[in-house]
């Protein structure tokens, strides 16, 4: 199966579960959409089952002008993967691309008799186990609270068989309700703790002094950590795994005299459930407050302008979309080995990309550069960009404290 996420690479390294579970995937196309476009998004929810220790076995796509309102699918397709999965004794669990409801995943788990996991609970899977800090800790329990509220009628669906039984109907309203209230309790609470640590942060990002602030950002698995341990000589944890990073890293680097803070964080994605987005806010302050931002992109993948489009998104919605920004075009060894003929030679290569981008250029309106952080190719390039876009955040923000520096 070709696709953009190096699977087989991910599979080989060890996963977060300590066994490996076998997993079914279904999507469904929906109106506006092609059945290219859900391959990619399968490709890219295969990625996020093997990141938490899932293997693949099927795929399942289906079109549909509306998700059925009791099943997600419809009751042919429905058969179709209970007869798959019966055959199928390894099979533990079927994961789908989009968000169920509770009643929804209450009757597939009847059906088809394994676990239902749809694409927010799987991506808070990854992040639980992510986790390492206190704060990004919180966060993710946070956000499991805030997907688990809502869906609590499913959890409680075998009380319906009761009704009309003296005595039965009440007490379980009365379970759900005090349910709802102990989360309710447990949000409250998660936030508190959030904004505590979060005025910690601020505390912290205000006693670093006057430096120019440069954020890391873009899509998840890009090579953002990877940058970031070539730009700062440091040992940010980085894997081919998506969410590698959840905790923001901060380093002080130099360039030619020059000094900034540098940060990478957590890396977006589509689809990525808005509790989520929420609940990592605090973390994403190093964003917000950043004076200039390095959009790293992975220029190799066959749907890199639509991964700009969903950063974009996500920094607009977090009001930090209009900062001075470098497009960092990463993999571009790996873009010449999927894209060039052997016979294509080197003038002809370097007029090609030069076409791509200034194309990048016109369509996002930012500057931008190609670069390889494996092979380090471009960086020396990159380091003057980053220095020239410093030096101008300096003359703007702190011009008493040029004449330091140059």
Same mark, same amino acid.
């Given at each position: 199966?070709?696709?953009?996420?190096?699977?087989?690479?991910?599979?080989?390294?060890?996963?977060?579960?300590?066994?490996?579970?076998?997993?079914?995937?279904?999507?469904?196309?929906?109106?506006?959409?092609?059945?290219?476009?859900?391959?990619?998004?399968?490709?890219?929810?295969?990625?996020?089952?093997?990141?938490?220790?899932?293997?693949?076995?099927?795929?399942?796509?289906?079109?549909?002008?509306?998700?059925?309102?009791?099943?997600?699918?419809?009751?042919?397709?429905?058969?179709?993967?209970?007869?798959?999965?019966?055959?199928?004794?390894?099979?533990?669990?079927?994961?789908?691309?989009?968000?169920?409801?509770?009643?929804?995943?209450?009757?597939?788990?009847?059906?088809?008799?394994?676990?239902?996991?749809?694409?927010?609970?799987?991506?808070?899977?990854?992040?639980?186990?992510?986790?390492?800090?206190?704060?990004?800790?919180?966060?993710?329990?946070?956000?499991?609270?805030?997907?688990?509220?809502?869906?609590?009628?499913?959890?409680?669906?075998? #009380?319906?068989?009761?009704?009309?039984?003296?005595?039965?109907?009440?007490?379980?309203?009365?379970?759900?309700?005090?349910?709802?209230?102990?989360?309710?309790?447990?949000?409250?609470?998660?936030?508190?703790?959030?904004?505590?640590?979060?005025?910690?942060?601020?505390?912290?990002?205000?006693?670093?002094?006057?430096?120019?602030?440069?954020?890391?950002?873009?899509?998840?698995?890009?090579?953002?950590?990877?940058?970031?341990?070539?730009?700062?000589?440091?040992?940010?944890?980085?894997?081919?795994?998506?969410?590698?990073?959840?905790?923001?890293?901060?380093?002080?680097?130099?360039?030619?005299?020059?000094?900034?803070?540098?940060?990478?964080?957590?890396?977006?994605?589509?689809?990525?459930?808005?509790?989520?987005?929420?609940?990592?806010?605090?973390?994403?302050?190093?964003?917000?407050?950043?004076?200039?931002?390095?959009?790293?992109?992975?220029?190799? &993948?066959?749907?890199?302008?639509? &991964?700009?489009?969903?950063?974009?998104?996500?920094?607009?919605?977090?009001?930090?979309?209009?900062?001075?920004?470098?497009?960092?075009?990463?993999?571009?060894? #790996?873009?010449?080995?999927?894209?060039?003929?052997?016979?294509?030679?080197?003038?002809?290569?370097?007029?090609?990309?030069?076409?791509?981008?200034?194309?990048?250029?016109?369509?996002?309106?930012?500057?931008?550069?190609?670069?390889?952080?494996?092979?380090?190719?471009?960086?020396?390039?990159?380091?003057?960009?980053?220095?020239?876009?410093?030096?101008?955040?300096?003359?703007?923000?702190?011009?008493?404290?040029?004449?330091?520096?140059?």
């Amino acid at each position: 199966m070709g696709n953009d996420w190096n699977l087989g690479e991910a599979q080989q390294k060890k996963g977060l579960n300590k066994e490996i579970e076998y997993a079914v995937l279904v999507g469904i196309v929906q109106v506006n959409q092609t059945e290219e476009l859900v391959q990619e998004y399968l490709d890219e929810l295969e990625f996020l089952a093997a990141t938490a220790g899932a293997q693949c076995l099927k795929r399942y796509i289906q079109k549909l002008s509306r998700p059925d309102p009791r099943t997600f699918i419809g009751k042919g397709k429905l058969e179709e993967i209970r007869e798959f999965v019966e055959e199928n004794d390894a099979i533990s669990m079927v994961i789908f691309d989009d968000d169920l409801t509770g009643k929804q995943v209450s009757i597939l788990e009847e059906k088809l008799k394994v676990k239902i996991i749809d694409r927010s609970s799987l991506i808070l899977d990854i992040f639980a186990n992510r986790a390492q800090t206190a704060q990004a800790k919180t966060q993710v329990e946070l956000a499991q609270m805030q997907y688990l509220l809502p869906r609590l009628r499913g959890l409680w669906t075998h #009380l319906e068989r009761q009704r009309g039984g003296i005595g039965m109907r009440g007490p379980g309203e009365q379970e759900i309700e005090t349910d709802r209230r102990i989360i309710r309790d447990k949000i409250s609470l998660l936030k508190n703790k959030l904004e505590r640590i979060d005025r910690q942060n601020q505390t912290r990002r205000k006693n670093r002094g006057q430096l120019i602030r440069v954020a890391l950002v873009g899509y998840t698995n890009v090579g953002k950590s990877t940058l970031m341990n070539l730009l700062s000589k440091s040992e940010v944890f980085a894997e081919n795994k998506l969410f590698a990073t959840l905790d923001t890293t901060v380093r002080k680097v130099v360039l030619e005299n020059v000094p900034f803070l540098l940060s990478d964080t957590v890396g977006f994605i589509r689809k990525l459930p808005h509790h989520l987005i929420e609940s990592f806010k605090s973390t994403l302050d190093e964003v917000r407050e950043s004076d200039i931002l390095l959009h790293v992109v992975d220029i190799a &993948h066959s749907r890199h302008e639509e &991964h700009i489009h969903t950063v974009n998104k996500t920094l607009r919605d977090l009001e930090a979309f209009d900062k001075p920004t470098l497009l960092v075009f990463n993999k571009i060894d #790996l873009f010449r080995k999927k894209n060039y003929d052997l016979y294509v030679d080197a003038e002809a290569k370097q007029e090609i990309e030069e076409g791509i981008r200034g194309n990048l250029q016109y369509q996002f309106q930012h500057e931008n550069v190609f670069i390889s952080a494996l092979s380090k190719e471009g960086i020396p390039n990159l380091r003057e960009e980053i220095l020239r876009l410093v030096k101008d955040q300096y003359m703007v923000r702190y011009p008493y404290q040029t004449k330091l520096y140059w």
